[in-house]
């Protein structure tokens, strides 16, 4: 069974660009949730999408947003970057069917944003 | 406020030899913990899960220990090898009902020098 995707695997913008990752999960998986990871913050979690409604959302600023298609692959929007904007950006997936604490997510390799 | 904090923040052994990484919440309510392997420029990948109830759990050559009491987990890896080095990362949940919240550490770098 495939992992989960992501790409780009690594994208360089500049100060006020927008970007979109992407994730693919799991297949069958339906909750997607994204964080994301800088050395002195540790993972950040974003937000969780489950059958293509927004579940939980983390502290971030409007300028993270994101959306789940009908068949559970997400994207990631940042509108507006900021140099504080770079990291490395996790999507991870899980079969969602009970938003249960002991259910594994499975974490893709992540997208490396770098902004200038 | 919901903490996890992780030591040593970086740690170096030689090939073969043990170590323990722990760490520290202050979590509530307690619902698991879990311990994370992640790999230079991969994802994070579950090792262990251990509930309120369970004070031991193993994988392989990894043994995670939970003192509820003291609010204390540990990783202990036994005869380390080279792969083993990466980032070791402590997740705390805290679940009340259906709202579930992941209290992440910051992670022990681990090297294995041969």
């Known amino acids: 069974k495939a992992g989960v995707t992501q790409t780009p695997r690594y994208l360089i913008k500049t100060r006020g660009q927008q970007v979109t990752l992407s994730c693919s999960p799991i297949?069958?998986?339906?909750?997607v949730s994204w964080y994301q990871q800088t050395p002195g913050q540790g993972l950040q979690f974003l937000f969780e999408y489950f059958s293509e409604t927004q579940r939980n959302k983390g502290n971030f600023p409007g300028r993270f947003s994101g959306r789940q298609f009908s068949n559970s692959r997400s994207e990631m929007n940042v509108s507006t970057l900021e140099l504080g904007d770079s990291a490395l950006y996790l999507c991870?997936?899980?079969?969602?069917?009970?938003?249960?604490?002991?259910?594994?997510?499975?974490f893709g390799p992540g997208t490396r944003l770098l902004v200038l | 406020k919901n903490q996890v904090e992780q030591s040593p923040q970086s740690l170096i052994i030689l090939e073969g030899k043990n170590c323990t990484l722990q760490c520290n919440y202050t979590v509530s309510p307690f619902s698991n913990l879990r311990w994370y392997k992640q790999d230079t420029g991969r994802g994070p990948v579950s090792l262990t899960i251990?509930?309120?109830s369970e004070n031991t759990k193993s994988n392989g050559r990894y043994t995670a220990t939970l003192d509820a009491d003291t609010k204390q987990s540990s990783l202990h890896i036994t005869a380390s090898q080279l792969s083993d080095s990466a980032s070791y990362i402590c997740?705390?949940?805290?679940?009340?009902?259906?709202?579930?919240?992941?209290?992440w550490g910051l992670g022990t770098s681990l090297a294995v020098n041969p």
């Open positions: 251990m509930t309120f």
């Open positions: 297949s069958g998986h339906r909750s």
């Open positions: 997740v705390v949940s805290a679940s009340a009902g259906n709202n579930r919240k992941l209290i």
């Open positions: 991870a997936s899980s079969w969602g069917r009970q938003q249960g604490p002991s259910e594994t997510q499975y």
